[in-house]
């Protein structure tokens, strides 16, 4: 099948991937001229395991292009798709404006009927809107479908060529048909494709999202509340998640969550909500008490120095908003380092993946070391805050004999007790003795 992704962002450029991959022609518009012409010579304009190879071998099969012309693309194809950003406004609602305006366009150049597929985020009702867009400028048959994606940062080739299952959202039988035949290498291997309505399907994706974002909160709550009684949550941790009904996943506590798409996820449902005069109330706590689980380590630090942070030099590993991804956007690193830099403590970061990104947002606000022990150099204690692999097992004595003092705060639980327990480090993690 011929198909047109329109956004290469994360979730287009992926799906664009994906979707050559699996046989299709595919044509990547951006309205990014550099960037398009970047990815005709080869360069992958994100980082992503594994992704590089398959964009380079699709590339190679001419089965993946990329253009900045939306009408030359839509000529050759079947199906859309719009992988475009959805940005919180001012209220947390989720903006449409982009998503609109190429439907738009859309309506402007179809000559016969075509899938429209909304890949992107969107709000309950955005496909009667983007049908809406459509039908206002043109006569010509089509469907939108709501289609929307799963996978996650760091593991977007893994999952998105292994999904859990596909959602599509529509009440036509011909675009049902043409979505089934795209996914059918999926159905085949037995990944379950679920039909239903539109607007179910666009709220599935905020559901899921929600739901995982309240699992985590609500195990960080039971974390926080452990250190209280002399519980140790990793303890906790397996016995709940043993029970299938809970599962082991998405259990694991921490310095919050982060990330482009649950704080933003959350938000837009508990925005959504407050349209339809409803409140959700689950979700509203969810977001206050993981703001303040993203900084709940900056209180122990102060604790740890007698509340004064004046000249303390403080070393922080790990920038991204989780391991495998050099994406920053609402990592809790970025709040604990407002703080603590308001609070007057010196930062010397390091963060292989990420410091590019951290560097356009803070300058040299704070140091950069370029590599984690450096980093360690003469710090009064040592912050971690992204659960990178490379930290899972270092050298404490050389540790040691690096830092000034030997303090640990550890917001992604990475060492095992028994581990730290002979190192003389003072160790603080979440929610497990110290
Ligand atoms: C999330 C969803 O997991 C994907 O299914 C979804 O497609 C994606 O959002 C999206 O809407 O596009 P992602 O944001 O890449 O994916 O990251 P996750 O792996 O879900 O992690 C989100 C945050 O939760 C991270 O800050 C992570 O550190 C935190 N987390 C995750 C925990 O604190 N504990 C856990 O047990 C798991």
Known sequence: MNITIVGTGYVGLVTGTTLAELGNTVYCVDIDAKKVEAMKQGTVPIYEPGLE???????????????????????????????????????????????????????????????????????????????????????????????????????????????????????????????????????????????????????????????????????????????????????????????????????????????????????ALIRSGKQENFDFQILEATEKVNQIQKVILVSEIEKYFGGNFKGKKIALWGLAFKANTDDVREASSLDNIKILLEKGAEIIAYDAIAEENVKKILGDQISYASEMYAALEDADCLLIATEWSEFKN?????????????????????????????????????GRKT
């Open 53 to 267: 190879e398959m964009f380079l071998r699709n590339i190679q099969a001419q089965r993946l292009f990329f253009t900045t012309e939306l009408e030359e693309a839509l000529e050759k194809s079947e199906v859309i798709y719009l992988a475009l950003p959805t940005p919180p406004g001012e209220d947390g609602s989720a903006d449409l404006s982009y998503v609109l305006s190429v439907a738009d366009q859309i309506g402007t150049l179809l000559t016969d009927y075509k899938v429209i597929v909304n890949k992107s985020t969107v709000p309950v009702g955005t496909a009667d809107r983007v049908t809406a867009a459509i039908s206002s400028k043109t006569k010509v048959p089509f469907d939108v479908v709501s289609n929307p994606e799963f996978l996650r940062e760091g593991f977007a080739v893994e999952d998105s060529m292994n999904p859990a299952r596909v959602i599509v959202g529509s009440e036509s039988e011909r675009a049902k048909e043409v979505m089934g035949k795209i996914y059918q290498p999926f159905t085949n291997i037995g990944i379950p494709i679920i039909f239903m309505d539109e607007k179910s399907s666009e709220l599935t994706k905020y559901a899921a999202n929600s739901f995982l974002a309240v699992k985590i909160t609500f195990m960080n709550e039971i974390a926080n509340y452990c250190e209280k009684v002399g519980a140790d949550v990793d303890k906790v941790r397996l016995g709940m998640g043993s029970d299938d009904r809970i599962g082991h996943r998405f259990l694991f506590p921490g310095i919050g969550y982060g990330g482009s798409c649950f704080p933003k996820d959350v938000k």
């Open 394 to 430: 270092p050298n404490f004595e050389l540790m040691a004999k690096k830092m000034k003092n030997k303090a640990i705060f550890d917001g992604r639980n990475m060492f095992p007790l028994e581990q730290i327990e002979d190192s003389g480090f003072f160790y603080k993690s979440i």
